[in-house]
């Protein structure tokens, strides 16, 4: 079935970075773009950035911007998104989701990734 | 950016009740490029509906959403016990793509 996979929770210190994996099956991996949205405790989702997983092209939030670097690798389907710099209010669930690029929703969604930053 | 902001924060409601969740956005959405989602806690967001008025795959038809100019509606027919849940609007009309701060369906 078609499903986003992420790695495992994580834990940093303040300073440190991390690096979240997303790994795409049951469909053509080329043909959908992947997001990152990230939702802190008891907060609503923040969307973080996204790529183009056919031509690597990415977009992200001005927030983000000089922290976050998504990155993909074709071959195995999967989606990285790595964020420097961490700081405690990057405590947060980290979330994947694809979508077909160009105004659509978000219709697959990974089952979250916990990073702690502490 | 676009601000999405919902109302009420909180519907107490019973099972078998109808429950209607707004959204407004700060501007003009070109096209209907506005989205609902479900989250029970512990859980990623599930999309319920797509293009303001369509149903994602699998949603049930007790579930409708509507539009008009700036305000965004999702309702709830009847609500079921599994309806009992977060409830986030999002604007894919331009990035970065925007949630609101969500409202939270509960058993009255």
């Known amino acids: 079935q078609v499903q986003l996979v992420q790695s495992g929770a994580e834990v940093k210190k303040p300073g440190a970075s991390v690096k979240v994996s997303c790994k795409a099956s049951g469909y053509t991996f080329s043909n959908y773009y992947v997001h990152w949205v990230r939702q802190a405790p008891r907060q609503g989702p923040e969307w973080m950035g996204m790529i183009n997983s056919s031509g690597g092209n990415t977009i992200y939030a001005q927030k983000f911007q000089g922290r976050l670097t998504v990155t993909r690798d074709t071959s195995t389907s999967t989606v990285y998104m790595e964020l420097t710099s961490l700081r405690s209010d990057d405590t947060a669930v980290y979330y994947c989701?694809?979508?077909?690029?160009?105004?659509?929703?978000?219709?697959?969604w990974g089952q979250g990734t916990m990073v702690t930053v502490s | 950016d676009i601000v999405l902001t919902q109302s009420p924060g909180t519907l107490s409601l019973s099972p078998g009740e109808r429950a209607t969740l707004s959204c407004r956005a700060s501007?003009?959405?070109?096209?209907?490029?506005l989205a609902w989602y479900q989250q029970h806690p512990g859980q990623a967001p599930r999309l319920l509906i797509h293009?303001?008025?369509s149903r994602a795959t699998g949603i049930p038809d007790r579930f409708s959403g509507s539009a008009s100019g700036t305000d965004f509606t999702l309702t709830i027919s009847r609500l079921e016990p599994e309806d009992f849940a977060m409830y986030y609007c999002?604007?894919?009309?331009?990035?970065?793509?925007?949630f609101g701060q969500g409202t939270k369906v509960e058993i009255k």
């Open positions: 293009g303001a008025s």
């Open positions: 999002q604007q894919y009309d331009t990035s970065p793509r925007t």
């Open positions: 989701a694809r979508d077909k690029g160009v105004k659509d929703a978000f219709d697959i």
């Open positions: 501007q003009t959405l070109s096209g209907t490029s």
